[in-house]
């Protein structure tokens, strides 16, 4: 009788075929390579640490979809979910001592239970970077600009939407904590009737348009230009609304303006976001394929005190986008002619691999 | 590249033809042929399609339809984020906890458990345990009446628009829980791509309800 089980996988797992293996393979190779020429060098962090490490640092929802369990000792374990937090850590405990700003990039596994009543996978393959140490435009237009470069690489049509934690936090700083995450969970669905509870009518018209902005770099500057003094001119939010502005200004400048939107209900994705806050979209994939922004405070948790700002894109979710497949097709497989004794065969294929094909015995 | 249509996901049932009726008024007349469950607008750039009103979430979550018409009963069970678009004013109808007559009205204030059937678990779950109280959810997937009528439960947490099955099998509801509003939702990464799209059928679909051209006593809805 045959075995049911060598037939399924658990479920949520996720498995690649040979010639998808091999494609990926090559797409994580060609995307290192281009990291590694902006001066980020690869990390490699454990699947698996303590929980109680991570639990502060994670809102409800990265609990909910993290896949915890008990060690043989009794500790409760997480199971990576989040490079960037389990790479946190391992910076605190072995770079500390490295001059900074420190150049940082990873592609590995992560899990995440997704949704209990969904079948689909809830293992990703992340790949992403991270620059440690140094706030400020060029730091942020850096990270934002390496991420664009990876996508254009891979031919991605996608946009990149920009918004800002910090935007969020100046409008709403004051309030407590629990109030405060249910109001940015409702801005992120543009549901805005909690807002008016808590800000009052005419507030709530003028924070609703603020943080329903999505546009152009071009449409931000106008949008910026015709805010109401109470947005315009104070402080906060006028400090955060300059700041995006300035960014984009550079990100034209490089020839990429119709790559960006500023998106005001980008709020930032991991509860560890504090600035500039941004997510990829493209057509056809129905949630966001990257995601990344300023991260101020999370490496101080593990000794490190280190402005810090990143990425981190889901590479299986844009695979099958990638224009340029036929760049990462196999190469030609030459078979050695099955004639002479094997030493024979050997140096004919040493021959065949010397010229640059693969030869199989 | 040229974009592909836009996809709306209606529910089938009492609100099908209202909804089309909204959207034609808008400007997007979609006409179903025979028995088709996808329907094009005259332009081609937008798609109507039918689907099973508890299924509507799975669809538009995935991004197969980037929008969709449902109730916010659907939204809260299905656990999962949208984006909200508007709010109709019709098609709504409230969450109510009922049982039989000679049963009291709950006292949650004072009550520590509950014993409730109901087709949503998740709501009465977070409902219950809001108000601090222990919850034994029974799921029942239909004719939630009976388990009040037969003694399974005392009480019985469904949606209730008229109140005539109540009524019909001596129960009588005993308090509102929450008014359920029908939303116009989009995947939210469907939405931060199709923006400007989705927006300008959102801004023609809510002037027709400003204008009053849909009568919000059209209270259809899957609930009674």
């Keep these: ?361 | 590249m040229k974009p592909g249509p836009l996809r709306i996901a209606l529910p089938k049932g009492r609100l099908t033809d209202i909804l089309l009726e909204l959207f034609e008024n808008a400007g997007y007349a979609f006409s179903f042929r025979g028995r088709e469950l996808l329907a094009r607008d005259a332009t081609g750039s937008n798609e109507l399609i039918l689907v099973k009103n508890t299924d509507l979430t799975t669809y538009v979550s995935h991004g197969i339809a980037g929008l969709g018409i449902c109730g916010e009963d659907v939204l809260y069970e299905s656990g999962l984020d949208f984006t909200c678009l508007l709010t109709f004013p019709f098609g709504g109808t409230k969450m109510c906890i009922a049982g039989r007559r000679e049963i009291p009205v709950p006292d949650f204030d004072k009550m520590t458990s509950i014993s409730v059937a109901t087709k949503f678990v998740r709501f009465s779950r977070d409902f219950f345990h809001d108000m601090g109280i222990a919850a034994e959810i029974i799921k029942l997937n239909g004719s939630v009446e009976l388990a009040s009528v037969l003694g399974m439960t005392d009480y019985i947490v469904d949606l209730v628009e008229t109140g005539n099955t109540l009524k019909e099998n001596n129960l009588e509801i005993k308090a509102v829980l929450k008014k359920i509003n029908v939303h116009f939702i989009a995947n939210p990464s469907y939405y931060k791509v199709h923006y400007d799209r989705i927006n300008s059928i959102t801004r023609a679909v809510g002037r027709v309800l400003e204008n009053g051209a849909i009568d919000k006593n059209h209270t259809k809805n899957e609930g009674d």
């Design chain 1, 1 to 361: 009788m045959k075995n049911k089980r060598a037939l399924q996988l658990p479920r949520g797992a996720d498995a690649l075929a040979v010639n998808e293996a091999f494609f990926h393979r090559k797409v994580v190779g060609e995307i290192e390579d281009l990291l590694l020429s902006w001066g980020y060098l690869p990390m490699e962090t454990p699947i698996v640490d303590f929980f109680d490490l991570y639990g502060n640092l994670m809102d409800e929802r990265s609990v909910d979809y993290s896949y915890r369990l008990i060690d043989r000792d009794g500790e409760l374990l997480l199971l990576r979910s989040d490079i960037t937090l389990f790479m946190a850590r391992q910076i605190g405990l072995h770079l500390k001592h490295e001059k900074l700003p420190l150049r940082l990039c990873y592609a590995d596994t992560i899990l995440r239970h997704e949704h209990h009543g969904d079948l689909s996978r809830n293992e990703f393959f992340q790949i992403g970077a991270e620059l440690i140490g140094g706030s400020g435009i060029e730091r942020d237009t850096e990270i934002i600009l390496l991420l664009a470069d990876v996508l254009a690489t891979l031919g991605i049509d996608a946009r990149i939407h920009i918004g800002s934690k910090a935007l969020f936090s100046a409008c709403f700083g004051g309030l407590p904590v629990e109030h405060r995450n249910k109001l940015k969970a409702d801005i992120v669905r543009r549901d805005f009737d909690r807002l008016g509870e808590i800000a009052g009518k005419r507030k709530k018209r003028y924070l609703s348009d603020l943080f329903t902005f999505i546009g152009l770099p071009a449409e931000f500057t106008s949008f910026c230009r015709d805010l109401p003094p109470e947005l315009r001119d104070k402080d906060c939010p006028g400090d955060e609304l300059r700041y995006l502005g300035e960014i984009c200004d550079l990100l034209v400048d490089q020839g990429h303006g119709l790559m960006f939107r500023v998106d005001l209900s980008e709020l930032g994705s991991q509860a560890y976001h504090t600035g500039v806050a941004f997510s990829v979209y493209h057509d056809g994939v129905g949630s966001s394929i990257a995601s990344g922004g300023r991260y101020d405070s999370l490496l101080r948790h593990f000794g490190f005190d280190a402005p810090s700002v990143g990425f981190s894109l889901f590479l299986r979710k844009i695979e099958p986008f990638i224009s340029r497949q036929n760049a990462f097709i196999q190469p030609e497989r030459i078979d050695v002619p099955k004639k002479g004794c094997f030493r024979d065969r050997l140096k004919c294929a040493s021959e065949i691999r010397a010229k640059g094909l693969a030869a199989v015995l």
